[in-house]
Every structure is written in C-alpha cells, then in structure tokens.
C-alpha cells in the first residue's frame, strides 16, 4: 500500500489535534467529538455539531529556499454548531477551542511541515428558522510535495 500524500497526512494531524478539543480535557466545548474530513458529512438535518477539515488550495511556496520543493497550502475547517439561542457566544466558543487546539502544538504535525498559521474566520449563519452558527477558518501551512 502506498504511504498517504502530504496532503492526506496534513489532514490527518488537523483532525488529530481538533479531536482533542474537549471539555474533559481543559476546552470550552466538545467540538472535538465529531472531527470529519468529508464536508458532507456535517448535514444540518442529521448533526447537531462538528467539524469538517478541507483542502481548500494549494500555491507556490512564498519562501524561495522550498519554492521547488513545498507548496503553500490552505487548509478549511468548516464548523457547524446548534446555537441553542445563544448563536454567536457558542460560535466564539468553538472557535477559541479551534484555535488552542492548533496553536502552540508544533510538534504535533509531520517532520518537514511547518506549523498551521491562523489566516482568517467567517461566520456562516442559518437559514432563517434554523437554530445552528457555523464558521468557515482557514489556515495555512507549508508542506512538502512528497
């Protein structure tokens, strides 16, 4: 069988981390219990809260010493969360977890990858009449092309 694409294992390590992020362990919220890779799978019908982790692009490395050897990669976590009446509180919640889960955990991710870096946050909301607060936070990191 062949070894995962850095690609695959960058997500993997962003679901590793964000799989952490639970009340018993020192968070706000349990987000962390439904960590999916498919986006598909955070269907307001059928789940009340989760994360999703994507590949949203890939780009030349900025760095010249790894332009031939690394790209610059942006990595979506798609965050969909009930709101209970108290959308945006819950929404600031999850994404303090989202962000402790990820910052300050360097060697967490795989030899030759550069830590996540926060780049930005958007605030997704709900039809009207539906109760959830989602949020689309990207990061950046630099991987290698093999």
Known sequence: MLDPTPRR???DAFAANLGD????????????????LE???LDPERVDEGLAIYIERQARSPE???????????????????A????EARLDDVVD??????DARPKTWPAGFT?????SMEPLRAPPGADWIGALIRYTSTIPIR
């Open 9 to 11: 294992r960058l997500l």
């Open 21 to 36: 992020a639970l009340a018993a362990a020192g968070y706000r919220t349990n987000i962390g219990v439904v960590v999916t």
């Open 39 to 41: 986006p598909g799978q």
């Open 64 to 82: 010249p010493a790894t332009a031939k050897t690394h790209r610059l990669t942006t990595v979506g976590v798609l965050v969909k969360r009930i």
């Open 84 to 87: 209970h009446g108290a959308g």
């Open 97 to 102: 977890d989202i962000e402790r889960a990820l």
């Open 115 to 119: 830590a996540p870096q926060y780049q």
